[in-house]
């Protein structure tokens, strides 16, 4: 079974810095993009940021400029490190990934559970 298991989410005063990462787990012969959603209390799920598996990168206006998302392939892991954090940035995070697990002819999407940033003074 292939998993991705977020971390990094907690407490952070306006202003500060956080890393979320991300690790996919399981029988994996390849993943191709990854990315970071959020999700806030009485909203829609939106992107973040993604990053394709040659490395191009996509944001969100929202956080472009503050954002910065990678991967470390030989970990399967991809990080979404945010400066300057406004408590508008406030919302459970989740990971997405594609991802050709074992025993598939193809690739699929997988959702992490989502870790809560919390963004306040």
């Known amino acids: 079974q292939v998993q991705l298991v977020e971390s990094g989410g907690g407490l952070v005063q306006p202003g500060g810095s956080l890393r979320l990462s991300c690790a996919a787990s399981?029988?994996?012969?390849?993943?191709?993009?990854m990315a970071w959603y959020r999700q806030a209390p009485g909203e829609q799920r939106e992107l973040v940021a993604l990053i394709t598996n040659g490395g191009s990168t996509h944001y969100a206006a929202s956080v472009e400029g503050r954002c910065t998302i990678s991967r470390d392939n030989a970990k399967n892991t991809v990080y979404l490190h945010m400066n300057s954090l406004k408590p508008e940035d406030t919302a459970v995070y989740y990971c997405?990934?594609?991802?050709?697990?074992?025993?598939?002819?193809?690739?699929?999407?997988?959702w992490g559970q989502g870790t809560q940033v919390t963004v306040s003074s």
């Open positions: 997405h990934a594609a991802v050709h697990p074992y025993g598939s002819k193809n690739y699929a999407a997988y």
């Open positions: 399981g029988t994996i012969l390849g993943i191709n993009s």
